[in-house]
């Protein structure tokens, strides 16, 4: 009997991917443990590994298809014994089947007898004032002008699904116009100046929404300090000359995201996340550390930052950054995390103001290390100077609160030894 291989789920909240690349052909032998294709996620490209043993019959779903819903079929292995070439593919897998036109005689325009009265459509479900929908359903719903709350569920208990807002717009379900879109994220008419045309991945889409979700919904409140980095750089070379036999080699990033750790320990007000009416704490500072790649930017997790020592957090972040670069980080290495750390300082910038990852509470923004104009010991002097801004989310984490992290911040990257105790 052929088996159907479907569209995995590689994450808790995927819904849909791209089959990025097809690592197989029609004809060939498939073994268990076999890398068949590449899928790409809304952070990762990830390897689809074959579970299942026989020959490829059929490839549904063509390599460079978005959209491809989880569970549909992408292709069929056909068993020992089976004739590949008599196996069909089935129809519509690559997508969800869209919900069934309304009948012709429902599209004329209607005749001078009165309609039969329909009944009302249910209400859609709901949890407090928030519309249960699926995010695909909401996020088709904005892209289309529809407003959420219009559209009948047919989802359990009345969620609303992808097919409900299909229907929607095909004038098969009852949707009102929402409110004007977002001039930003209209279409742009280049006129006639020189251009070209990319369509975004699904990283790229995914990175505004989240970081225009956060703008519009976190209240956030930046608080910046100016910190010493001349002890810390002297820790970190002779800590190198120590671990040069282990062929370790500390970055200053390392020792910040051990501080940040630390500090977060020292200020557990501000190691928390903010869920509606709750307020999440935490007892240890898992450390998402900001990685750029192509076509976006990643946050790998250094869990347990507290608890581990430089030379770990060092082999830890070269070896999630490497694999980040590849695309093939897993979803619980880049999924959760309690804060952030976003270093721009190799590219000179001096200081800015980062975006916070919901649902952390927090990132830190680090700026170049420079020489500049220090007041040591009531005398004016030259010393390597970093600034150093913390995002917080005011309605989880007071301004007291974040002023105390910035300060316990500050403190051990100008005594560093307090981090090795």
């Given amino acids: 009997m052929p088996i159907e291989l479907k569209m995995p789920a590689l994450s808790p909240t995927m819904e849909e991917g791209s089959l990025a690349k097809w690592l197989v052909k029609e004809g060939d032998e498939i ?6 294709a590449e899928i790409e996620t809304d952070k990762a490209t990830m390897e689809f590994e074959a579970v299942d043993e026989g020959v490829l019959a059929k490839i549904v779903v063509p390599e460079g298809t978005d959209e491809v819903k989880v569970g549909a079929v992408i292709a069929i292995i056909a068993e020992e014994g089976e004739d590949a070439s008599s196996i069909e593919a089935p129809k519509a897998a690559a997508k969800a089947a869209p919900a069934p036109s309304p009948p012709a005689a429902e599209l004329a325009p209607a005749k001078a007898s009165a309609p039969a ?3 009302a459509p249910a209400a859609p479900a709901s949890s407090g004032d928030r519309i249960a929908a699926s995010p695909l359903a909401r996020r088709l719903a904005e892209q289309n002008g529809l407003d959420i709350s219009s559209i009948t569920g ?5 969620r609303i699904i992808k097919a409900d807002v299909d229907a929607a717009l095909s004038g098969g379900g009852a949707a009102a116009p929402a409110k004007a879109a977002d001039p930003a994220s209209a279409p742009v008419d280049p006129g006639e100046i020189p251009h070209k045309v990319e369509k975004l991945s699904n990283m790229r889409k995914t990175i505004a929404r989240r970081l225009t979700e956060a703008k519009q919904t976190v209240p956030h409140i930046y608080l910046t300090v100016d ?9 970190r070379g002779k800590l190198n000359a120590s671990l040069e036999p282990r062929d370790i080699k500390l970055s200053v990033n390392d020792l910040l995201i051990k501080a940040l750790a630390a500090a977060l320990m020292q200020v557990p007000k501000c190691n928390v996340s903010f869920a509606g009416d709750q307020l999440v704490s935490y007892s240890r500072a898992d450390i998402a550390v900001a990685v750029s790649i192509p076509g976006g930017l990643i946050t790998p997790i250094v869990t347990g930052a507290n608890d581990k020592s430089l030379s770990a957090i060092s082999t830890e ?5 490497g694999r980040a670069k590849e695309g093939k980080l897993q979803p619980h290495e880049y999924q959760g995390g309690t804060a952030s750390i976003s270093n721009m300082g190799m590219f000179g910038i001096k200081q800015f103001d980062a975006v916070i990852n919901p649902p952390q509470g927090m990132i830190m923004a680090i700026g170049a290390g420079e020489k500049r104009p220090y007041v040591i010991d009531d005398s004016l002097q030259i010393a390597t100077i970093m600034s150093a801004t913390g995002s917080f989310d005011h309605r989880a984490i007071d301004g007291a609160d974040g002023a105390q992290l910035m300060q316990a911040f500050k403190q051990l990257v100008e005594n560093p030894l307090g981090m090795l105790a």
């Avoid at 073994?31 to 068949?36: A, L, P, Q, V």
């Avoid at 910190?227 to 820790?235: E, K, M, N, Q, W």
């Avoid at 972040?317 to 950054?321: F, R, T, Y």
């Fill in 154 to 158: 047919s989802g359990p208990k009345g």
């Fill in 317 to 321: 972040v070269k070896e999630l950054a």
């Fill in 117 to 119: 009265p329909s009944p």
């Fill in 31 to 36: 073994s268990s443990g076999d890398i068949m």
């Fill in 227 to 235: 910190i010493r980095l001349d002890a810390l750089l002297d820790l």
